[in-house]
C-alpha cells in the first residue's frame, strides 16, 4: 500500500503551490508602497488596456465604424439588450455602467491569467532560470484569482444595488415589500401572516447580507483553482530529466487552457447576470404595480 500511494504523495506540494493571497512585487519592506501586489499589478494593466480600446473606438466615432469602433459597438449592444431583458427598460439605464463595466473587467482579467508567464515569470531561490515550481513570487497574478479584488467587485454592486433599489422603490416601499404581509388578509390570519412574513423578511436580509460573500469566493474560488491546476500540470514532469521538463509545461497543460478559456467567460457571465438578478429581484416589485395601476 506504501508503495500505491507513493506517486500521489510526491504531487502533493505541487498543489499547495500557488498562494491564497497575492504577494507585494516590490517587497513588504517598503511600507506604503507595499500595498502593490502582483494581482494589483495586472489589474492596472488590464484597465490601461480597457481605457485604451475605449478611448480608440470613440475618439474618432463614424457613421460607417472601423473595426475598433464596431467591435466596442457590438459588445455595448450585447450586454445592454441582454440586461434589458432582465432588468428591464426603466432601471438598465442607470445598472448598465456598472454591470457593463464589471463584465469587461472580469472577463479580461480572467483571460489574461491565461497568457503565457503569469503565474511562471517572477523571483525565486537559485540562480540561472528557475522553473515553475521554483517561482515563489510570480510578477503577475490574475487579478480574480485575488479575494481583495473580488470582494471590492462585489460591495461596490451592493452599494450601487442599494442606490437603484432606494431610488427605484423609497425607503418605505422597500421595508413593506421586505417585512410586509401579503395576500390583504386581515383578522387573526392576517397577523399570523405578518409574524411569518416578518421572520421572511429577516431571512431576505440576512441573504442580501450574505450576496457579496458568495459572489466574491465564487469568482475567486473557480479562478483561482484554475490557476492552480495550470501551475500544477506545468510541474508534473520537473524532476525528469532534460528536456522532459520544457516539453511537458507546454503539452500538458494545453487542453485546460481551452477549458479555462471558457471557465473564464461563464465566471464573467455569471457574476454579471447575478448582480443583474438582484437588481431586478429587488425593482421589479415597482414596475408591476405601476402597469397594474
Known sequence: MTGLFQPLASLTPLLAEVD???????????????????????????????LWLSRKATANMQLVPHRTQNFFEFVVESLYSRLEGIIGPKVTPRAFPLLATLFVFILVSNWFGLIPGVGTIGWGKGSGPLTVEEVALPLFRPATADLNMTLGMALTFMLVWTVITIRETGVWNFLVHMFGPKGGLKGFMGALLAVIFFGVGIIEIISILIRPVSLSLRLYGNIFAGETLLHTMMSLADKAPMPIPQICSILLPLPFYFMEL????????????????????????EEHGEEHH
Do not use: D
Open 20 to 50: 491564497r493571497k497575492a504577494l507585494p512585487v516590490i517587497g513588504e519592506h517598503m511600507g506604503l508602497l507595499a500595498f502593490i501586489t502582483n494581482s494589483c499589478l495586472v489589474a492596472a494593466i488590464v484597465l490601461g488596456v480597457l
Open 262 to 285: 471558457l471557465v473564464g467567460l461563464v465566471q464573467a457571465l455569471v457574476f454579471t447576470l447575478l448582480c443583474a438578478v438582484y437588481i431586478q429581484l429587488s425593482t421589479a416589485h
